[in-house]
């Protein structure tokens, strides 16, 4: 297998803004106070749960650990599955259609520090589970939903 950094613009680079499959990794955080980490997106400004872009070699579960790294600092170990989210298409700024599939995880901290990078994330915050922003697309709508009721092993 070829070890392609980033993917997505290789992939871009040959279908421009047609709609593909892409697969997504991510997790609901909590903190002792069990309030649930969000991240406000560089991207749209709004808000959503930590995760990102799976890279050709990876699986679900290192995707999730490696992107709420990458845009929280934080080091997490994931407990479980909550669900498969599928059937969601998303377009985005500059003209690209995807639809998205997206592993959330239930995740814990093990160490790190909230860091924000001013880019991909501009702020972190863990809000209380009853008060949360409207949450940037459906698909994390439905992961939280989920998670919420106890639902795991969902596939949408």
């Given at each position: 297998?070829?070890?392609?950094?980033?993917?997505?613009?290789?992939?871009?680079?040959?279908?421009?803004?047609?709609?593909?499959?892409?697969?997504?990794?991510?997790?609901?955080?909590?903190n002792e106070d069990e309030e649930?980490?969000?991240?406000?997106?560089?991207?749209?400004?709004?808000?959503?749960?930590?995760?990102?872009?799976?890279?050709?070699?990876?699986?679900?579960?290192?995707?999730?650990?490696?992107?709420?790294?990458?845009?929280?600092?934080?080091?997490?170990?994931?407990?479980?599955?909550?669900?498969?989210?599928?059937?969601?298409?998303?377009?985005?700024?500059?003209?690209?259609?995807?639809?998205?599939?997206?592993?959330?995880?239930?995740?814990?901290?093990?160490?790190?520090?909230?860091?924000?990078?001013?880019?991909?994330?501009?702020?972190?915050?863990?809000?209380?589970?009853?008060?949360?922003?409207?949450?940037?697309?459906?698909?994390?709508?439905?992961?939280?939903?989920?998670?919420?009721?106890?639902?795991?092993?969902?596939?949408?």
């Amino acid at each position: 297998m070829t070890n392609r950094p980033n993917y997505i613009a290789w992939i871009r680079e040959r279908v421009g803004h047609e709609l593909i499959f892409l697969n997504f990794a991510g997790g609901i955080i909590c903190n002792e106070d069990e309030e649930v980490l969000l991240q406000r997106r560089g991207d749209s400004g709004a808000w959503g749960f930590p995760g990102g872009a799976m890279e050709l070699g990876e699986s679900a579960e290192e995707t999730a650990i490696r992107e709420i790294y990458e845009e929280t600092g934080l080091i997490v170990k994931v407990e479980r599955l909550i669900g498969v989210y599928t059937k969601y298409v998303h377009h985005y700024p500059g003209g690209d259609q995807a639809q998205s599939i997206m592993f959330f995880f239930q995740c814990t901290p093990v160490s790190g520090e909230l860091v924000t990078d001013g880019d991909e994330t501009l702020e972190l915050k863990f809000f209380p589970k009853n008060e949360l922003p409207q949450l940037f697309v459906k698909q994390h709508e439905d992961a939280y939903n989920d998670w919420r009721s106890g639902e795991f092993g969902v596939c949408r």
